[in-house]
């Protein structure tokens, strides 16, 4: 059973559209560190990361850095980050960047910009991506909207897809690096079908026996769809499962999983939760809706991040539009009880 409190704005600006949130927790000091997009729209000429951290477990926010790329200075804008920590224990923003405002047409890039470099002081820190050249790593992954980094077995894994124009659909890859993290030029497919088109790949390591993949589907009101591999190179399909959505963020906890997404089927942003048995095979699915949106906002709303705050308690975080100029990033607090 889900009890969710404490809905709070964490960032609105009525003139920029504020989208992609992910949180991730400290692992020495159990500080939190968020990072969104800010941009002019859904599809920028202008975008800025911003990383912000709480020490008090999410209920206030303080703006640390801010990560400005633009189509007319570097070429590229922003578009989905993600956090993670790689074995060197530093701090992570993974996120693509995109050449144009049209996706099928533009190019996409992966970079990973490390944290640690920067002291963590009290004022902002702002900056544009051409003087960050020590922190920044332009990786061989050419896909978009990327996964957190998944350590499993003896290598790291990141998730991606592409506008595959061979085959005139998307294809979900995995990269995988062998240097922890200094180069990806590993790659093979996840997910392709003629049937799907299947993207935005979130990843669980199931205790170091074997990955679970969660795709999208981006033919509209499709489910989700899994894929699992023993090894990180082989991918069997094992179907969809009764989830309608987009974009999972997904939180293995012992044996039970969590599932934030965009809901494509009652409008809005959920949490699913369930049993995860040996074979990686959901049990007991429960649901629960955060907020509900508007129809007319279905792609305006939802991309989440999804955290273990202690014991039971869990924060995500999120866009939404509704009424609104343009969306804003909110957080609850859930707790979970069986």
Known sequence: MFKISNYNIIAENPFYYLSFPDVIKDKKTNDLYLVYRSGEGHHPTDSNLYLLMSKDNGISWNIKYIFNTSLKENGYVWNCPRLSYLPDKSLNIICDVKTG?????CTFKVIILKIKTYPLINKTFKSNINNMKKSINITE???MVPDKIIKFKDKLYCANHIMDKKHYTLTQLINYSRDNGKT???CNILGRSDRHAFCEGSIINVK???LIAYLRDNIKGRKFYK???NDGYNWIDKGSIPIYG???TTLLDKDRLFMSYRNTQDIGISLMTSNLDYRGKEKNIEIIQIEKEFEDNLFHCGYTGLIKISGNNYFLTYYIKKDRENPVIKSCFIKYQK
């Not at 405002?101 to 047409?105: F, P």
């Open 184 to 186: 990806w030029f590993d």
């Open 246 to 248: 987009h974009r999972a």
């Open 141 to 143: 992954m050419n896909g």
């Open 208 to 210: 170091d026996k074997f």
């Open 101 to 105: 405002q049209n996706e099928r047409t």
């Open 227 to 229: 894929y699992l591999s």
